[in-house]
Antibody
Framework: EVQLVESGGALVQPGGSLRLSCAGSGFTITRNYMNWVRQTPGKGLEWVSVIYNGGNTDYADSVRGRFTISRDTSNNTLYLQMSSLRAEDTGVYYC????????WGQGTLVTVSS | DIVMTQSPDSLAVSLGERATINCKSSQSVLYSSDNKNYLAWYQQKPGQPPKLLIYWASTRESGVPDRFSGSGSGTDFTLTIGSLQAEDVAVYYCQQFYRAPFSFGPGTKVEIK
């Protein structure tokens, strides 16, 4: 059974940094597009970043230069390193598997506030 | 970047009746080399992550009831719920996965009339 479990969400001050993790099981992350998607309070879904199965990456304009997506094949885990955090980065962050996102984690909450 | 729009913002449908949601992309998401539309539909219920319903614009994900169907090509797409059930109350999103950033539509809230 495919499972994705996010962790690392926290309350952080503006300008701070945070690293999110997404542990995958039941599949191999390097054989899939792996994405981060966020949902701000009461709002819709915003795609954030992807790491392709070949290792290339892409980002939403709103996070490019501040966020870095990566993966660790030894523990089948996806990461999102977030820096220079802003209030508008507040939300639930989901990891999702596939070009069409067929598997999602339950999400981890990031709150950027002083 | 490809911008996704949806209409309506919300709709209320009687149980057993049809619900239709429209999605439009600012550029075509039809990839000529494989003749596939890189368009997906998701359902999100409160407190839950989104769930993939449809991909390639019209292919139902495994386990999704056949009352859900997708159609369209190029820039205009439709999700139809053939006979609305109480458990279909949710927000529905379209997404293009043709080219990054893989943008979502703003969502359509479906309620029972």
């Amino acid at each position: 059974e495919v499972q994705l479990v996010e962790s690392g969400g926290a309350l952080v001050q503006p300008g701070g940094s945070l690293r999110l993790s997404c542990a995958g099981s039941g599949f191999t992350i390097t054989r899939n597009y792996m994405n981060w998607v966020r949902q701000t309070p009461g709002k819709g879904l915003e795609w954030v970043s992807v790491i392709y199965n070949g290792g290339n990456t892409d980002y939403a304009d709103s996070v490019r230069g501040r966020f870095t997506i990566s993966r660790d094949t030894s523990n089948n885990t996806l990461y999102l390193q977030m820096s220079s955090l802003r209030a508008e980065d507040t939300g639930v962050y989901y990891c999702a598997r596939g070009a069409a996102h067929r598997s999602w984690g339950q999400g981890t909450l990031v709150t950027v506030s002083s | 970047d490809i911008v996704m729009t949806q209409s309506p913002d919300s709709l209320a449908v009687s149980l057993g009746e049809r619900a239709t949601i429209n999605c439009k992309s600012s550029q075509s998401v039809l990839y000529s080399s494989d003749n596939k539309n890189y368009l997906a539909w998701y359902q999100q219920k409160p407190g839950q992550p989104p769930k993939l319903l449809i991909y390639w614009a019209s292919t139902r994900e495994s386990g999704v009831p056949d009352r859900f169907s997708g159609s369209g090509s190029g820039t205009d797409f439709t999700l139809t719920i053939g006979s609305l059930q109480a458990e279909d109350v949710a927000v529905y999103y379209c997404q293009q996965f043709y080219r990054a950033p893989f943008s979502f539509g703003p969502g359509t809230k479906v309620e029972i009339k």
